[in-house]
């Protein structure tokens, strides 16, 4: 016996004219008469079910007059098309069979404040904006791999339980590994994928980071999801090339395939439409000018409309900078060689310019802020070495690191992109918090 429905919604146009068993939840009911109508969600989509009360059983029909919102029920009915029904289809429900009946759900059709809504999240992810965010972010997630997978990247898992810090001491989650001392939850596969590179050329490592960073904006999680490629024989002009290619390739799969998810959302698709290679793309140098320039005249900035704050040469943006900056194009903006004392220990000096690196931040249109970071990595493990002890690391804690760089160096470059920032931008949602099922935060680690 099987417990399966013989029909999903999504697919219902195949059935039209047959008789179906679909399986789900009640989204909502309404009563008129000797109508039942139920908006039955079955994961993949709504219907609108109808029951008549002479088209069914009486024990049917009670059941139907009973059923509440988040019931789990089986409806047997036929497909009838119906121009008038938001998907183009109806069920004329000939039998209905209870699973479960639900009592008091939390979650109403009324407004509820976010902070309810986060507390509820493992009910909320039902809800229908949730539920095409998170479709989208699953679109994000498969066309990125398949984008890579077709261009020869091979994933190459990296660990995240490790034995020293990637990018510095800060921001570390540590946890006792045994009698090995302490072990640090990875902030970045990159190290490790530089190692896969090495051996199959073109990799990627693709899973959960973590940031034990203090900060409660709304781009950041402490636990989000990061996929690294990684290019041997590549320097930051050809990173930047992939990078492009890479994000339009997303961006296009998820207008073709999630559509009715991004109109749930009510996403502006032109301002998707236009994400095609080649990107902007401008130097830090450029980027501080265009930023005095503007503080000069008073410009400011949204969400808010806060004056953009000037900056001095060597530090590091701000949301408002980026948010500046972003709204200049009107595609991602790769802003290019950042300063060396601002960045990691492993970025690629300048040729003839010591103070600044091969890297590049890639910002999303529309103040989404930084989907990407990568760069050119040091392949000379002289300098490499000399880098690592100018940021106060110690050489020995890279041993293997290093080893990339005695047997068989060569020029190498890749990035992260963060699947949260890079969903919230193509859903066009302001918070990255409702891009992840259950968002890890600085106040948040409940459910
Ligand atoms: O710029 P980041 O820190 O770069 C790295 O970790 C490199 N090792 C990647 C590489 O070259 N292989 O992070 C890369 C991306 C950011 O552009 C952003 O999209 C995302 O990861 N990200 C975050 N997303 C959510 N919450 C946070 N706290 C994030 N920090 C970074
Ligand atoms: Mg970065």
Redesign the pocket.
Known sequence: MSLLPSAYIADIARHAGQSVTLAGWVYNKTEKGKLVFIQLRDGTGIIQCVVFKKNVSEEAFAAAKSLTQESSLYVTGTVRADERAPGGFEIDVSDLRIVALTQDYPITPKEHGTEFLMAHRHLWVRSAKQHALLRIRHEVIAAAQDYLNSQGFIRFDTPILTPVA??GTTNLFATEYFDLGTAYLA??G?LY?EAGMMSFGKVYCFGPTF?A?R?KTR????E?W?I?P?MAFADQEDNMVLQEHFVSAIVQRVLERRQADLATLGRDLSKLERITPPFPRITYDEAVELINRAAQQGVTVPPEDQPLPPITWGDDFGAPHETFLAAQFDKPVFVMNYPTAAK?FYMQPVEGRPDVVHCA?LLAPEGYG??????QRIHDLELLERRIREHGLNPDHYRWYLDLRRYGTVPHA?????I???TAWIAGTRH?RETIPFPRQLYRIYP
């Open positions: 990637a990018e902030q970045t990159q994928v940031r960073e900060s781009r950041h999680l402490t989000f990061m690294e990684e990691a931040d930084e989907i990407i970071g990568g760069s890749g990035f992260g992109m963060g949260e920032r890079c990255i």
